[in-house]
């Protein structure tokens, strides 16, 4: 975490002179973004006859604003030459045609509707500092930052910044930095959930739709802008239904195919993708909403993902209208704040510590976990709302809804990713950075992290859905006699999301993770990791950058990644193993061993519905369950007491035969 990795845009950005302050300029040193006011986030009501236009209207301020923060990346030399370069070329422009643009959105409310007050203030944009900056000088920490610190402080300068495919690998300078990561084992556990009381709703619903290995992206967003191609200017996955873009009307999802495993589910689940800063070129590459917008790297195909609908603590919960939108989470939550911040990362075997605005650097032998937890609570009438926020809400930390508004099943929805710590201090080069896709401006900060469901279930399958979750059963495809953690929890306004058990709590049922209780971190190593999966010194730059597992077979359509090492880094497993009932990637179950008995937090329920990447056929090529912490220095600790026993009964036996012959 010591390491600077702010890297000088690779296309005419900023300079190596990057952290050097530019007197005059108008932009701060280290980098800058565009800061807009959120008009969709304001415009909270608008008559139904008005919002194809408006939102064909909202699509192109976004669009307005990835130009210009394009051209204040590619105008490093005229800002250093003209100290109101920025605001003349870039700033006022961008001013006078959001104006216009919400003129256009004045009068088109205006024709059926109220016109909106206030929308004239909304043009102004302003220069933001990017975050990105280095510290100043003696600001240097040796890693391990808090979450929740400055984005510029436990960094030192990287000399090398700029340079081959670290340093960003093609991301243009916008990011990701190594202050937007944290170290998971120095997070406190801190995972709440509200009690379940009268008349909860306990039971559990659990769907199973593969983790896009046919390759289904696109860089639309149907539910915020229908009809416009790259509204949301990055890459988004996509598991289920199989005709979402931004021209899917209510029918086209209707008659679509999906990937789920019951047929009668044919909702849409999306994501933005996760990608490794490694320079490798991608399909949208030189695309709009790919490479041309900050958004460079492979594309890494989910290992896992987990779409369970649970209850409510309070109530019972009533079925949700076919076709209703639920966003949760803010893809512009970078400049607008993290009011509506609602993604968590974390790490198998450390899932009572959840982030929301730093990526988790993960020990050797845990994986990367995104959870999002949905809106649970409905206003009985709308499907969507102008904003796209309004028709649905959180319960309290109670569980309790709004008055007005009513449970209905919530998804929690979890994506798990077999991918390495990143080597900070080199910016990348050992072991890439990794992000989630943005918008431009957004410059791929965690906490922009958000997710996106329409549901499209049959009437029969929803309400079978609700009837298992209000009597306490656990049922849907793949579910079986286990529960999915977090059951019947609710974030809450202001809670931290993708909240599991307590950590005191015993997991109920096995997932990826440990079979023995971890030690605590050992100082000066950084860890031991502490799942029990070998020297888990996550981030150290020390070159293995791997995880020793074989390579899995890459998903259809993806380009090849370089095989991990097989270092034996993980220690070979000798307990017994449980089976999980997982999802292939075809539709079929297989077995998965590993049982998680650390009791850090979360870990995934026997035979709830999950689907997991391809992984080898050859048993020999699988991943090993660790036991200990791996080292000899372990393993001879946990061998000698059983040497000195077996030294002991063989002079039992000696000491009886004399006895007897005497």
């Not at 967003?221 to 005709?243: E, K, L």
């Amino acid at each position: 975490m010591a390491a600077n990795v702010y890297a000088s845009a690779t296309d005419g950005g900023w300079d190596g002179e990057a952290a050097e302050t530019r007197s005059g300029t108008g932009v701060p040193a280290g980098g800058a973004t565009i800061d807009c006011p959120d008009v969709g986030t304001e415009l909270t009501s608008v008559p139904e006859q008005a919002r194809a236009e408006v939102d064909k209207e909202l699509a192109l301020l976004d669009e307005q604003i990835a130009q210009a923060y394009q051209r204040l990346t590619a105008s490093a030399q005229q800002i250093q030459q003209d100290s109101g370069f920025a605001e003349s070329a870039i700033v006022n422009p961008l001013k006078d045609k959001r104006a216009a643009t919400l003129e256009r959105i004045a009068i088109a409310v205006d024709r059926v509707g109220d016109r909106p007050e206030g929308l004239a203030a909304l043009a102004a944009c302003t220069l933001r500092e990017s975050g990105n900056q280095p510290p100043a000088e003696g600001e240097g920490q040796d890693g391990g930052e808090e979450p929740g610190q400055d984005q510029g402080e436990g960094q030192q300068n990287d000399q090398e910044q700029g340079q081959g495919q670290g340093a960003n690998g093609g991301q243009a300078g916008n990011g990701p930095v190594a202050a937007d990561f944290a170290d998971i084992k120095n997070v406190q556990p801190n995972v709440s959930t509200p009690r379940p009381e009268g008349n909860a709703s306990r039971g559990s619903f659990a769907t199973s739709c593969g983790v896009n290995e046919n390759g289904l992206f696109n860089s639309d967003n149907v539910i915020v802008a229908p009809g416009v191609s790259n509204g949301a200017h990055h890459f988004h996955d996509y598991v289920g239904n199989q005709a979402n873009d931004a021209f899917a009307s209510d029918q086209d999802l209707a008659n679509a195919g999906t990937s789920c495993v019951d047929q009668g589910d044919k909702s849409s689940y999306y994501w933005p993708v996760l990608r490794l800063q490694n320079g490798t070129q991608e399909q949208d590459a030189q695309k709009p909403g790919g490479g041309i917008e900050g958004n460079a790297g492979e594309i890494v195909t989910p290992k896992q993902v987990t779409l369970n609908f649970v209850g409510n603590p309070r109530d019972k919960v009533t079925a949700m209208p076919r076709l209703l939108r639920i966003i949760t989470g803010d893809a512009k939550s970078f400049v607008n704040g993290p009011a509506n911040a609602n993604a968590s990362w974390s790490c198998t075997g450390f899932e009572d510590r959840q982030l929301k605005d730093k990526y988790p650097l993960c020990p050797q032998g845990s994986d990367v976990v995104r959870t999002f937890k949905f809106q649970s609570c409905w206003d009985g009438r709308n499907i969507d709302s102008a904003n796209h926020r309004t028709h649905v809400a959180f319960a309290d930390a109670a569980g309790a809804c709004p008055s007005g508004f009513r449970p209905i099943p919530q998804l929690v929805q979890r994506i798990v990713y077999d991918v390495d710590a990143p080597s900070l201090e080199d910016g990348g080069r050992t072991t890439p950075l990794f992000a989630v896709d943005s918008f431009p401006e957004q410059l791929h900060k965690p906490v922009t992290d958000h997710g996106d469901f329409i549901n499209v279930f049959d009437e029969g399958l929803m309400k079978e859905m609700v009837d298992c979750i209000n009597s306490g059963r656990t049922c849907g495809a793949g579910a079986g006699q286990g529960e999915e953690p977090g059951q019947g929890e609710e974030p809450g306004q202001g809670e931290e999301p993708g909240q599991g058990e307590e950590p005191s709590q015993t997991p109920e049922a096995p997932q990826e993770q440990p079979t023995a209780t971890p030690d605590a971190p050992q100082d000066g190593d950084g860890g031991k990791g502490e799942d029990g999966k070998g020297d888990g010194d996550a981030g150290n730059g020390d070159g293995d950058g791997g995880k020793g597992e074989a390579a899995e077979p890459p998903a259809a359509g993806k380009p090849t990644a370089a095989p991990k090492p097989t270092d034996g880094s993980k220690a070979p497993g000798t307990a017994a193993p449980e089976v999980l009932a997982t999802s292939s990637p075809d539709g079929g179950t297989g077995e998965k061993n590993g049982a998680d008995t650390d009791g850090l937090g979360e870990s995934q329920a026997v035979g709830t519905a999950t689907s997991a990447a391809p992984t080898p056929s050859d048993p020999s090529l699988t991943e090993p369950q660790a036991v200990g912490q791996g080292g000899l220095a372990d393993t001879g600790a946990q061998l000698w007491p059983a040497a000195a026993g077996a030294v002991l009964v063989l002079a039992g036996f000696v000491v009886l035969r004399r006895v007897r012959r005497g």
